[in-house]
Each structure stands twice: as structure tokens, then as C-alpha cells.
């Protein structure tokens, strides 16, 4: 509880959400969404005030603190509308809808998200942060809410009517998208890519203009097209995009992990909230950068990546957590940031100057005031090379040069360590957890780290006893021993991509098997009725919107129809059903016609085309795993994004083996582990080496 807060909670204490519980001492009279609100409202013929943010949020902490923790202020809100708070991460289809009317209605789109709406849900005033006062930033809440208090008194009619307008709207933006002309998904990939470059900035990686977000999936889809291409300009986009924001301050160089975003052009300042599902982008592109081109930089970034979730997001079950605050002592950046004399203090003075060099330690400090620009004295620690381009030692001299900064960092950690830390949000989502499974699989094939698959497979089990119905059904958030909300798409898309990546990690069929079963409910529930795609909420959900949304574009992550469709994909290859690729190409068939204007906006359902389109194949190995390990090692370590992996030892179960039909004929030859390499349902003959099997593998891509 806050030092301004009331002493009497309101109707938040008893939800789940930490976002939510954060303002339960608020002296504004907060409801949860639900049904008792907008019955209220209705009762009342008073609109409703809806508030959407998430712990983390650094504006969302400032809105409470000048606003909701006001008395004055909450008395106006009490008195004049009916008001509500969501958790963005808990609620993400109540934030997914106003944001796409936020969108429509005004340029200032982000969160905390304000809405003045209708006790119909319908918006008529929408905005992000609002100030207690008015001034440059915009109308404040002390002019604000008699304004809309005059509004809703005098011109409630003319505000019904216009709502009617946006619903309609509303209703078109968030619709299936309808049959059009067919459209070449790889003439959207060109188009994609053509984009991509375009937008790509020249000088420090990344696409657009500051602020910049890693957007891990631009990557994972450049990487996708160098190695269907051959075009090197995509790799190189790919690469110095990555060493920039590895360089940059957005990494957190002294405890590891990437913070949400940079401010600036060059990765130097960052919003330094970190988030698990970046986390685990991150981990997946650097991981796939390695395997591209094997260079060692992409894996200790990935490793470090995956040190700092286990060490610090990990919770004693095994599910992972969701975020860390940007804000500690009420200062955003003050846990992450240093004084020159701090350094020279805790460090040596060989050390202390090594670090200033390296890491661009100013005495004036390089860290400005967001609001002045004005330098603080404080210094964010980032890099304008590698440690070896900075110092140019000689070989020999790297190694020690290298060990001396790992010690001064060990020792600035410490120290760290003993700081307030910020906020930890230690509530555990499906999607996210799905994506932290899907990042340690691949990591602990692609490294030979078998630590990191037997953190995958704790996670895993963690969701499926405690968020699983056993039949298909999934549930989103768990928090304080308490599972609950009725899973979204992504849910069921990022889980099921963790399962897959789980078995080609481990090849234990329970984990294909589970795949398949939640795919299964996962298409039968959320499938549009005309084949179209996947909605936001399943079919047997009771509906609490004003209408039933589909979404295509990425955000932070990957849609989840852009994970679902690669998932069906990768699953149809692997079984040989014929009924999944037909889901999956009729998705395909709509959704190239619907992202063909801004293909950007979805480029992991450009990848998902790329493996739909282009030659692809499926790797059998017909062996005990002991046996098999160099073929295994030699498909984990390299980059094969077209290809799909089944282990068939000689004593699979009937049961797989009935659900991979192809299965049944494939054995080893004189007791030699065997691969068969098919494609288009036809397989090689079997080679018992692994060099033979990845020869296979590349002669099929290049002679398509």
C-alpha cells in the first residue's frame, strides 16, 4: 500500500492480478471488469471510466500517484463515472479492443490506456496517460472529468448515436478477414522483405525510428530468408541489428536480460522494464543466429539471456514469472544506473578505468532526465563495440582483458544486488510460459546444454498440473496458488510451439503427443466457422465483449494466428495429416489476402508462409537416442528452419506410431542408427551417417 493511499480497500483486494492488487488501497472505488460494473453504470446511467495497464507500466505508476491516489481526484471519478481496472496481461482481449479503437480514434495509443465509455462498453473519449493537471502534456483529470460529467449530462443521445458509428466500426476492423482474390504468400514475403529493408535503419539496426523494440520476429523472419534466398542482405540486417542491441544499453549488462525498449535510435537508452516474453524472443533469435552462422557472440548473449530468467524469474514450481518493474524507490532506472564515483569506489582502479572505457562511464554522467534532457550524473552502461575493438589488445591480452571486466561486472552485481529492486510481477502466464519452453528447448539443442531442456520440461509439467484440464483446455494466469481466465489463441498457439520444440529437444513422444491433443481442442474452439482463422477467445466462452475479435498483427510477439498456422504447419509435416495442412492452407489462403498491404505488420506469418511455400522436409531417425546422438547433435546445431525431426526407436509406442502412420516401416539397418530424409511423402533411401543425412538435407533444399 502506497503512502497515499486510503486505508480501506476497494473491490480489487479481492482479485489476483498483482497489477490489480497494486491499486486496492486506491481511495478510487475500482471495480474489476465484470458483470457488477456494467450493471451499475446501467442503474446509475453514469458512464463507465475503464483504466488498463500493467505493473510494470512506469506511466501507469505516475497516473496512480498523481491521480488515483488523490482524494480530491477519486472523489470526482466516484462521483461521476462507474470505474474499472484491467490488467492488460491478464485481461489481453479487453486490451486488444480498445486499443484497435485507441487506434482509430486518436495517434496517442499505449498504456496506462484511458477509456470514457458507454455503460454499453461502447468508447467515446479515448487516451493514454492523462495528467491530474492540464498543461502541454494535454487535459488533465481535475478539467477532464466535469467536462464529461457536462457531456454525458447534456448531450447523452448525440454520444449513444456516435457510439453506434464506432461499434460498427469496431465490428469491421476486428472481423475474419472475407475472401478475396487469391494472393501469392510469396509474393508477400517479397513484399515483406522489400519493406523490412526499407524501413531498416542503415547506421544501428532495427526498423523505424526511436523508440525501438527489438520486435525479435523481424529477425527470426530475416533469418528465414537468407536461408531460403541466399540473400545476404538479410542476414546482414539480421546480424547488426542483434551485436547493436546486445551492445547497447538495453541490454543489461551487469545482471543480463534485455529491457522492453530504447528510447533512442541507437540502443543506448533504455525503458528498462524487462518482460519474460521478450526474454524469450530474444533467446530464440540469438539462438537461431547461431545456428546460422555459428559465431559464438549470438550464443553467450543467448546463455546470458536464459542466466538471468533462471536466476531471477523462475519461480520454486517452475513456472516463470512475467516481469520486473521499470521503477524502484519510485525512480525509473535507479536500480540499473551508476555514478562514476560509485564505480571507482566498488572497483580497482585497473578495473574501475577498464569499465569506464568500455562501457562509456562519464563523469557528468550519460544518463539524461527525460523530461529536461538534461544530463543527471548517473551513466547507463553501454557499449560502442566489442570489448576488443574498444582496447585492441593482442590475443593473449583479450583473454585477460576479458576475465578482468567479467570481474568487475561480478563485483558491480554484487553490489547491485543489496539495491531496492524493483517490482517483480510474479503472476505466470500460459503464452508467455509457452514461449520461455519454446527458447530453452531450442537453446539446449542448439548449445548441447541439457540443463536448459530439463528447465523446459519443469515448466511444462508446472502448466499441464496446474493449468490444464486434462482434455484440451488451458487457462491463462496462475498467481497465489489460484488458476484461472479461460485461455486466449495465444495461449494454446505459444504452448503448443513450446511442445514442439520440446520434442525435437528430447524426442519423447508424451510431448508430441500433448502438442497434437491441445492443437486439436485449440482448432475446434477457436477456429473461424468458415475456415478463415483463429479468434481471440474461444467459441464457449461467455462473451463479456461487444464483439469477437481476430487477431493478425504482431505486437511484441507473434500473433497468435501467426503462431498457430506455423504450429499446424510444423504438426501436419510431422504426422502426415492431411486434415491439419488443409487448416492450415486455408488460414494461409485468407490471411496472405488480409496482411498483402503491410506485410510487416505479421512477419512471423511470414516465416509460417516461407514453410508452407518452400521445400521443406522430415527428418526420421530410426534408432535408440544413445545411439543416435551425432545425427541428433547435427540437426539441433545447425539451422534447418524447413525441416521437421521424429526419433523412432525400436520400441515406440502403438499409439505414436498409429499417429505417425509413415512410422511403422522405418528401422535401422544392421543395427546402425538410420535416417530417412522425405519429401512430398516420399522418403531417401536410409544413410547411417551424419554428414550423408545433412548432404540429403541441403541437396533436397537446392534442387527444388
Known sequence: ???????????????????????????VDWYPWGKEAFQTAR????????????????????????????????????????????????????????????????????????????????????STYVPKKSGLAGIGMADLIPQIAEIWKTRQDEIVNKTEEIKQRLNRITAAPE????????????KGYHLLAHYYDQNYGGFGRAPKFPAPHNIMFLLRHWNYTGNTDALKMAETTL????????????????????????????????MLNDQALLALAYTEAYQATGKKVYENTARKILRYVLRDMRSEKGGFYSAEDA?????????????????????????????????????????????????????????????????????????????????????????????????????????????????????????????????????????????????????????????????????????????????EATFEEKYLQKALEINDYFISHFQDEKGRGFYFTSNDRSGDLIVRSMEICDTSMPSGNSMAVLNILRLAKMTGDHNLESVASEAIRHLAAAISHNPISSTYLLSAFYFASEPGCEVVIAAEIDNAKDMIEALQTNFIPQCVYLLRPADSSESFTETIGYLKEMKGINGRPAAYVCRNYTCSSPVTDAVEMMDLIEYGKKNH
Not at 179 to 190: C, H, L, N, R
Open 43 to 126: 442503474q446509475k446511467n453514469i458512464p463507465v471510466f475503464l483504466s488498463i495497464g500493467y505493473s510494470t507500466c512506469h506511466w501507469c505508476h505516475v497516473m496512480e500517484e498523481e491521480s488515483f491516489e488523490d482524494p480530491k481526484i477519486a472523489d470526482m471519478m466516484n462521483r461521476t463515472f462507474i470505474c474499472i481496472k484491467v490488467d492488460r496481461e491478464e485481461r489481453p482481449d479487453i486490451d486488444s479492443m480498445y486499443m484497435k479503437i485507441c487506434q482509430q480514434m486518436t495517434e496517442r495509443c499505449g498504456w496506462p490506456m484511458t477509456v470514457i465509455m458507454t455503460p454499453g462498453k461502447v468508447p467515446f473519449f479515448i
Open 1 to 27: 500500500m502506497r503512502s497515499g493511499s486510503s486505508n480501506k480497500p476497494n473491490r480489487l483486494i479481492h482479485e489476483n492480478s498483482p497489477y490489480l492488487l497494486q491499486h486496492a488501497y486506491n481511495p
Open 179 to 190: 475472401g478475396a482474390e487469391y494472393i501469392s504468400p510469396k509474393d508477400v514475403i517479397q
Open 243 to 274: 551485436t547493436s542491441m546486445q551492445l547497447g544499453g538495453i541490454f543489461d549488462h551487469v545482471g543480463y536480460g534485455f529491457h522492453r525498449y530504447s528510447t533512442d535510435e541507437k540502443w543506448k537508452l533504455p525503458h528498462f522494464e524487462k
Open 327 to 503: 521503477d524502484s524507490e519510485g525512480v525509473e532506472g535507479k536500480f540499473y544506473l551508476w555514478t562514476e564515483d560509485e564505480i571507482r569506489y566498488i572497483l580497482t582502479p585497473e578495473e574501475a578505468d577498464l569499465v569506464c572505457r568500455v562501457f562509456n562511464v562519464k563523469r557528468e554522467g550519460n544518463f539524461a532526465e527525460e523530461s529536461t534532457g538534461k544530463l543527471t550524473g548517473n551513466n547507463i552502461l553501454y557499449m560502442k563495440g566489442e570489448t576488443s575493438e574498444i582496447v585492441e589488445p593482442t590475443e593473449k591480452e583479450n583473454e585477460e582483458i576479458q576475465k578482468l571486466l567479467n570481474q568487475a561486472l561480478d563485483k558491480l552485481y554484487e553490489v547491485r544486488s543489496a539495491r531496492v529492486h524493483p517490482l517483480k510481477d510474479d503472476k505466470i502466464l500460459t503464452d508467455w510460459n509457452g514461449l520461455m519452453i519454446a527458447a530453452l528447448a531450442k537453446a539446449s539443442g542448439a548449445f548441447q546444454e541439457p540443463e536448459y531442456v530439463e528447465y523446459a520440461k519443469t515448466c511444462t509439467k508446472f502448466i499441464l498440473d496446474n493449468m490444464y484440464d486434462g482434455s484440451g483446455k488451458l487457462l491463462h494466469r496462475y498467481h497465489r496458488e489460484n488458476a484461472g481466465i479461460d485461455g486466449f489463441v495465444d495461449d494454446y498457439a505459444a504452448f503448443v510451439w513450446g511442445l514442439i520444440e520440446l520434442y
